[in-house]
């Protein structure tokens, strides 16, 4: 019988020792991506880049936090389970809705209202937005990305007019121009200062009359954080100075409600209509790969006189975002 030659190197496993530093520095590794995003959220702040980014898919982190969790363990690093396994817990604690959980509106019944906001991405999704308009047949509606060549005049069309016969559009590029549309007498109120068109109006309802704002901020991108911060931070001072009539702010925030900057909106006492309805965790954004795994950063927001009762979200061709539908209850 002829013995066995010596096992070829290349064919030898990795020794134990070599396999439980591979799994601890990757565990490690997946640790630091998770811990940046969560210190941030704990202290209320955005951060760099990448923290914003990451902070707009804080759910998802959950994956590589239970993976480190699992690597940990089977390598017995005890300081790494402690490390995931409260990467998994703060994790878990953000996942509720922030500031949902405020009384109902009480009240005598004023107006029921549709609202629908999309972002067409520099005005793609102008057929398919007609469409939602006749299907869905909203009260009020907020357009971001309203290009002149293919939003514009579309809305401008005759069937539109008949159906909103009252509107506001704004800006002068693909990326720039907004709409506002409604089925009630408006009033052009200015606008919230930025790059992007933010009109707002004042709607006469029957009995009542209401602020309508337009939302669109320029995105968190790397070297453009402050931007995206001041932006914010106007629409925040446009809520807090609204008074006390009712108010709806409708569009692409450019942000979810992990970032910082979204949270101090919602302070100023609105509320996330998603959120409410118990849907702030659908994402919107990107269509590709939304609902099963994005961000929600298409939001329509309500002053306390405002009931939210439902929120649904369209998927429109043409565009990288998902249209957000709310329907709402006005009291007295």
């Given at each position: 019988?002829?013995?066995a030659?010596?096992?070829?190197?290349a064919?030898?496993?990795?020794?134990?020792?070599v396999?439980?530093?591979?799994?601890?520095?990757?565990?490690?590794?997946?640790?630091?991506?998770?811990?940046?995003?969560l210190?941030?959220?704990?202290?209320?702040?955005d951060g760099?880049?990448?923290?914003?980014?990451?902070?707009?898919?804080?759910?998802?982190?959950?994956?590589?936090?239970a993976?480190?969790?699992?690597?940990?363990?089977?390598?017995?690093?005890l300081?790494?389970?402690?490390?995931?396994?409260?990467?998994?817990?703060g994790?878990?604690f953000?996942?509720?809705?922030?500031?949902?959980g405020?009384?109902?509106?009480?009240?005598?019944v004023?107006?029921?209202?549709?609202?629908?906001?999309?972002n067409?991405?520099?005005g793609g999704?102008?057929?398919?937005?007609?469409?939602?308009?006749?299907?869905?047949?909203?009260?009020l509606?907020?357009v971001?990305?309203?290009?002149?060549?293919?939003?514009?005049p579309?809305?401008?069309g005759?069937?539109?007019?008949?159906?909103?016969p009252?509107?506001v559009?704004?800006g002068?590029?693909?990326?720039?121009?907004?709409?506002?549309?409604?089925?009630?007498?408006?009033?052009?109120?200015?606008?919230?200062?930025g790059?992007?068109?933010m009109?707002?109006?004042?709607?006469?309802?029957?009995?009542?009359q209401?602020?309508?704002?337009?939302?669109?901020?320029?995105?968190?991108?790397?070297?453009?954080?402050?931007?995206?911060?001041?932006?914010?931070g106007?629409v925040?001072?446009?809520?807090?100075?609204?008074?006390?009539?009712?108010?709806?702010?409708?569009?692409?925030?450019?942000?979810?409600?992990?970032?910082?900057?979204?949270?101090?909106?919602?302070?100023?006492?609105?509320?996330d209509?998603?959120?409410?309805v118990?849907?702030?965790?659908?994402?919107t954004?990107?269509?590709?790969?939304?609902?099963?795994?994005?961000a929600q950063?298409?939001h329509?927001?309500?002053?306390?006189?405002?009931?939210?009762?439902?929120?649904?979200?369209?998927?429109?061709p043409?565009?990288?975002?998902?249209a957000?539908?709310?329907?709402?209850?006005?009291?007295?």
């Open positions: 019988m002829e013995e030659g010596p096992v070829p190197v064919d030898q496993a990795p020794p134990p020792l396999r439980h530093k591979a799994a601890r520095w990757g565990a490690g590794l997946l640790l630091l991506l998770v811990s940046g995003p210190l941030c959220r704990a202290c209320d702040v760099v880049t990448p923290m914003p980014q990451l902070l707009a898919f804080l759910p998802w982190l959950l994956a590589p936090a993976t480190a969790l699992v690597l940990s363990a089977g390598t017995r690093w300081a790494g389970c402690a490390w995931a396994l409260t990467a998994v817990l994790t878990l953000f996942l509720p809705p922030y500031a949902a405020r009384a109902p509106v009480s009240g005598p004023v107006a029921r209202l549709r609202i629908l906001t999309a067409l991405e520099f999704a102008t057929p398919a937005l007609l469409e939602a308009l006749r299907r869905e047949k909203p009260d509606v907020s971001q990305e309203c290009a002149p060549e293919e939003c514009a579309a809305l401008e005759a069937q539109v007019r008949a159906a909103f009252y509107r559009i704004v002068g590029g693909r990326a720039q121009g907004s709409a506002l549309l409604s089925r009630f007498p408006l009033r052009p109120d200015g606008a919230v200062p790059t992007l068109a009109p707002r109006a004042l709607v006469r309802l029957p009995g009542a209401l602020l309508f704002q337009v939302v669109h901020p320029m995105p968190p991108v790397a070297g453009g954080l402050e931007l995206w911060r001041t932006e914010l106007r925040r001072a446009m809520a807090a100075g609204r008074g006390s009539g009712p108010t709806v702010i409708a569009g692409d925030f450019n942000a979810s409600q992990d970032h910082a900057a979204f949270r101090s909106v919602l302070d100023t006492g609105m509320r209509s998603a959120a409410v118990g849907r702030s965790r659908t994402p954004w990107p269509s590709l790969t939304a609902p099963p795994l994005g950063i298409d329509v927001l309500l002053s306390p006189a405002l009931q939210p009762d439902r929120a649904r979200f369209l998927d429109l043409g565009t990288d975002h998902r957000l539908v709310v329907d709402a209850t006005l009291h007295g």
